[in-house]
């Protein structure tokens, strides 16, 4: 890919909205100039996913144009709770855990962007400045933006119907993303475009602060056919740690309608190839085929050509003549016996009490190739163990 075709990539494939507008940024990028941006990523749990891809591969394409990124960890931010889309306030995090959660964000991250070499990628803690400001440094962000800015926000307004609480903590959030750019005195930031109202209290905070225009590119973030995020929260992530396998098949799993924005948003395939597979999809190709090309697709850019085959060879084993995997993760259960919906909850192949109800109901649960009939049942772990299976390709082998 020349240059041209690598600028016009970060115009356009997955962006939402440019600001303060697309050519604004076109000329910048044509100057020839070189440009300091970043991505920030609020270590709220202990590894990057699908969601953040979609970011990472948007910087690395500035990198690979000689800009200078830097990946921003939210050492601080992330103890506060970015509130954005949440209906419910999140749970601060200590530092501790913070800590804990980001020890792999930089390795993940280096699947995709380079930290050696003529133009390294930098890593940045906003820990650094946002734990040294002061209560009159607070206020004098405060006093740049309105009370009534911040509660016509959409989740905001969601909870004053709803009669649920709205902290005030949650209203420094902006203030504290948006204080990032003054502190690393950036010319742009990228985020998803859930974030877009945090970054452009960060483009009004470089105005105020240091007479400067801030660019920034929303994204395009990937939702289930539900329209939630896929990540963390939902408990419907690919983790980057995933092994080759789990990616492939928990990939296998999205529905139909995900195919193609997972395709633009996350691979690098080309979009020709990626429009005449969605043209070939609504002219009666099977989804299944095109699914499968998304998951070699993804594990091949994160594992190798080699690691995409064998999964894709097993998971077709699996699907069409019913084998079970060659190998399957243990878990390890304290007891010899468990009931069946706390072992789906604790082995985690159910996020919740109610998931794992539903997926007895449906019929999608079997210890051992039986069909779990009912959510009461017992299971009794011998101690040769038991093969827990959800649908047709998560398996689990239980032991003592």
């Known amino acids: 890919m020349d240059k041209k075709q690598l600028i016009e990539q970060v115009l356009t494939r997955g962006v939402e909205k440019i600001f303060p507008a697309h050519d604004f940024l076109a000329a910048r990028l044509a100057e020839g100039k070189i440009l300091t941006l970043y991505a920030g990523f609020d270590p709220t749990g202990p590894t990057l996913h699908l969601g953040h891809v979609i970011q990472l591969q948007k910087l690395a394409d500035f990198q690979k144009l000689g800009h200078k990124v830097i990946f921003l960890i939210g050492s601080f931010t992330a103890m506060i709770g970015d509130p954005s889309d949440k209906a419910a306030t999140r749970t601060q995090l200590t530092k501790e855990q913070v800590v804990a959660n980001a020890m792999h964000y930089r390795e993940e991250a280096s699947k995709f962007l380079d930290f050696s070499g003529h133009n390294p990628a930098e890593i940045r803690y906003n820990g650094d400045w946002l734990s040294k400001l002061n209560f009159e440094d607070v206020l004098k962000l405060a006093s740049n933006f309105t009370a009534q800015q911040m509660m016509e926000r959409d989740m905001f307004q969601k909870r004053m119907e709803e009669a649920k609480p709205i902290y005030l903590h949650e209203f420094f959030y902006p203030l504290m993303q948006g204080y990032d750019s003054v502190a690393m005195d950036v010319d742009g930031e990228i985020g998803g475009n859930d974030q877009t109202f945090n970054m452009l209290v960060g483009r009004d905070l470089m ?171 017992l299971i009794e772990i011998p101690k040769s163990g038991v093969v827990l299976q959800k649908g047709k390709i998560h398996f689990l082998s239980v032991r003592i």
């Open 207 to 377: 105005k105020i602060f240091k007479g400067k225009e801030k660019f920034i590119v929303a994204l395009r973030i990937l939702t289930d056919s539900d329209g939630k995020k896929m990540g963390k929260t939902e408990g419907n992530m690919v983790s980057l740690l995933d092994n080759p396998k789990d990616m492939f098949g928990k990939v296998m799993s999205w529905p139909d309608g995900m195919i193609v924005p997972a395709l633009e948003l996350c691979t690098r395939m080309p979009m020709e190839e990626v429009r005449q597979m969605e043209t070939d999809m609504k002219k009666g190709a099977n989804p299944r085929d095109s699914k499968i090309r998304l998951a070699h697709e993804l594990v091949r850019q994160y594992y190798g050509m080699a690691e995409a085959d064998r999964a894709e060879a097993e998971f077709k084993s699996m699907f069409s003549q019913g084998h079970k995997p060659t190998e399957m993760d243990v878990f390890h259960v304290g007891k010899p016996s468990i009931g069946i919906v706390d072992l789906l909850v604790t082995s985690r192949l159910a996020a919740s009490k109610a998931e794992a109800k539903r997926l007895i109901e449906q019929k999608g649960v079997k210890i051992d190739d039986r069909v779990i009939e009912t959510k009461e049942e």
